[in-house]
């Protein structure tokens, strides 16, 4: 979706194409985030809480910029793709990665 985002962007596209797909991401996220969060309670995972709350504030900024850009008050720009980009990085390679020896411990038992 980023790289969907970039091209449009690239071409000039950015206003006609960003909509449906800022849409796509957000629902995506919340998709994943609640997912995520049901197998975390399953295993139990005690930084459940902590983790919950980045979700719903990575939800809440996407959600934000998706309703400033639909009143067109926002632009799909560089800055807002290296936000994604690096919230992506940073949450999959950091954030998540936390969890990764609980669950493994978990599905073990």
Same mark, same amino acid.
């Given at each position: 979706?980023?790289n969907?985002?970039h =091209?449009? !962007? $690239?071409?000039?596209? /950015?206003?006609? %194409? /960003?909509?449906p %797909?800022?849409?796509?991401? %957000?629902?995506?996220?919340?998709?994943?985030?609640? =997912?995520?969060?049901? $197998? $975390?309670?399953? =295993?139990?995972?005690?930084?459940?809480?902590?983790h919950?709350?980045?979700?719903?504030?990575?939800?809440?900024?996407?959600?934000?910029? !998706?309703?400033?850009?639909?009143?067109?008050?926002?632009?799909?720009?560089?800055?807002?793709?290296?936000?994604?980009?690096? @919230?992506?990085?940073?949450?999959?390679?950091?954030?998540?990665?936390?969890?990764?020896? @609980? $669950?493994?411990?978990?599905?073990?038992?």
């Amino acid at each position: 979706m980023l790289n969907e985002l970039h =091209a449009a !962007m $690239m071409k000039g596209q /950015a206003r006609s %194409v /960003a909509g449906p %797909v800022l849409r796509r991401l %957000v629902n995506y996220t919340r998709e994943h985030f609640e =997912a995520e969060e049901a $197998m $975390m309670a399953s =295993a139990k995972y005690p930084g459940l809480a902590d983790h919950r709350i980045k979700h719903r504030e990575l939800t809440r900024q996407a959600e934000e910029f !998706m309703d400033r850009f639909e009143r067109g008050e926002a632009t799909i720009n560089i800055q807002l793709l290296n936000f994604l980009r690096d @919230w992506l990085s940073i949450h999959i390679k950091k954030s998540d990665k936390e969890y990764t020896p @609980w $669950m493994q411990k978990a599905g073990q038992n």
